[in-house]
């Protein structure tokens, strides 16, 4: 699950391409998903995105609301 800015109006994943994503610490278990989720649509974080590594998950949602990344992966509760 991605959680994106309010001004993006992005339906796809491809629409992210080649944009900062925050795709959470290094040590997260979502971070690890994403990548295989990724891998599984042909694409790689490192290759297509910015990828932004966080030190906490709290710093996603701030990077997206202040518009220094596009998307942060958010767990769905």
């Given at each position: 699950?991605?959680?994106?800015a309010?001004?993006?109006?992005?339906?796809?994943?491809?629409?992210?391409?080649?944009?900062?994503?925050?795709f959470?610490?290094?040590?997260?278990?979502?971070?690890?998903?994403?990548?295989?989720?990724?891998?599984?649509?042909?694409?790689?974080?490192?290759?297509?995105f910015?990828?932004?590594i966080?030190?906490?998950?709290?710093?996603?949602p701030?990077?997206?609301l202040?518009?220094n990344?596009?998307?942060?992966?958010?767990?769905?509760?």
């Open positions: 699950m991605l959680s994106l309010d001004h993006l109006t992005n339906q796809r994943i491809a629409d992210l391409e080649g944009r900062p994503i925050a959470g610490t290094r040590a997260s278990g979502l971070r690890i998903l994403a990548a295989d989720i990724l891998d599984g649509l042909g694409l790689s974080p490192e290759q297509d910015e990828p932004i966080l030190d906490r998950a709290a710093d996603g701030v990077l997206v202040e518009q990344a596009a998307a942060t992966e958010r767990s769905v509760r």
